[in-house]
C-alpha cells in the first residue's frame, strides 16, 4: 500500500516563500503530483515530478528526491489568493491512480 | 474549452435510499476517475474507467456501489443503499495524459 504524510498547516505571510514537504512510503513508485483546493472546490493539478530535482512552473516549484521517498512544494512570492489546501499525490506502478496525502491547510497572511 | 462537471452539486438524501452521481469528462478524455473524500481525510481514489471499461476497480468500498459507464463518455456512480458513512464529497476526474488529471467540483453527498 501507499502512504504519505504532510504537515496539516502552514501560516506564512504575503510576498514570503513557503515549503511544503511530502514523505512517502509506496510500493511501485512512479510519480509525484501537486493539488491545490480551495474550499472544498475542484482540486486543481500544480505539478508532477517523475525524476529526481526540480521542477519550475512560474511562481510554484516542485522538488523529488526518489531515493529519500520525499518532495516538497515551494510556492514564492506568497499572495493571498495562495491561501488554500495543498495535497501531494503519489502514481504508483501499474496504474493512474492517485493516492492522496492529508492535505496542508496554507493560510497567507498579510 | 469545457471542464469536467459533476451533477448534482449537492445531494441530501436519507440512509436506505438510492443516489445517482453523474459526471461530463473533458472531451476527449479516455481516462475517467472517481475520488471521494470523507470529512476530515484524505481523497480517495474509488475507480478508473478507460473508456467504457473499468481498468481498476480497486477502491470501491463495497456492492452497493456501483458505477457505469456507458459508451466511454459521461459516468454515472450509484450508491445503493446508502449509508451514514457514504457521506462525503465524490469527485470525478478525467484525463489524457496519465498524471494530470483534471478534477470536476465534486457533489457533496449527505446521508441522513
Known amino acids: 500500500g501507499q502512504s504519505l504524510e504532510q504537515p496539516s498547516e502552514v501560516t506564512a505571510v504575503e510576498g514570503a516563500i513557503v515549503q511544503i514537504n511530502c514523505t512517502y512510503q509506496?510500493?511501485?513508485?512512479?510519480?509525484l503530483s501537486w493539488y491545490q483546493q480551495h474550499d472544498g472546490g475542484a482540486p486543481t493539478f500544480l505539478s508532477y515530478?517523475?525524476?529526481?530535482g526540480l521542477e519550475e512552473t512560474g511562481r510554484f516549484s516542485s522538488f523529488l528526491s526518489r531515493s529519500d521517498s520525499y518532495g516538497y512544494l515551494l510556492l514564492q512570492e506568497l499572495q493571498m489568493k495562495d491561501s488554500a489546501s495543498y495535497f501531494c499525490?503519489?502514481?504508483?506502478?501499474?496504474?493512474?491512480?492517485?493516492?492522496f496525502g492529508t492535505g496542508t491547510q496554507l493560510k497567507v497572511e498579510l | 474549452e469545457a471542464g469536467v462537471t459533476q451533477f448534482p452539486s449537492h445531494s441530501v438524501i436519507e440512509k436506505g435510499q438510492t443516489v445517482t452521481l453523474r459526471c461530463d469528462p473533458i472531451?476527449?478524455?479516455?481516462?475517467l476517475y472517481w475520488y471521494r473524500r470523507v470529512m476530515g481525510k484524505e481523497i480517495k481514489f474509488l475507480l478508473h474507467?478507460?473508456?467504457?471499461?473499468?481498468?481498476?476497480e480497486s477502491g470501491m468500498p463495497n456492492n452497493r456501489f456501483l458505477a457505469e459507464r456507458t459508451g466511454g463518455t459521461y459516468s454515472t456512480l450509484k450508491v445503493q443503499p446508502a449509508e451514514l458513512e457514504d457521506s462525503g464529497v465524490y469527485f470525478c476526474?478525467?484525463?489524457?495524459?496519465?498524471?494530470?488529471?483534471?478534477f470536476g467540483p465534486g457533489t457533496r453527498l449527505t446521508v441522513t
Open positions: 476526474a478525467s484525463s489524457q495524459a496519465q498524471y494530470e488529471q483534471y
Open positions: 509506496t510500493s511501485g513508485f512512479y510519480g
Open positions: 515530478n517523475g525524476l529526481d
Open positions: 499525490a503519489v502514481r504508483a506502478r501499474g496504474g493512474n491512480k492517485l493516492t
Open positions: 472531451s476527449g478524455h479516455d481516462n
Open positions: 474507467f478507460v473508456k467504457e471499461s473499468k481498468q481498476d
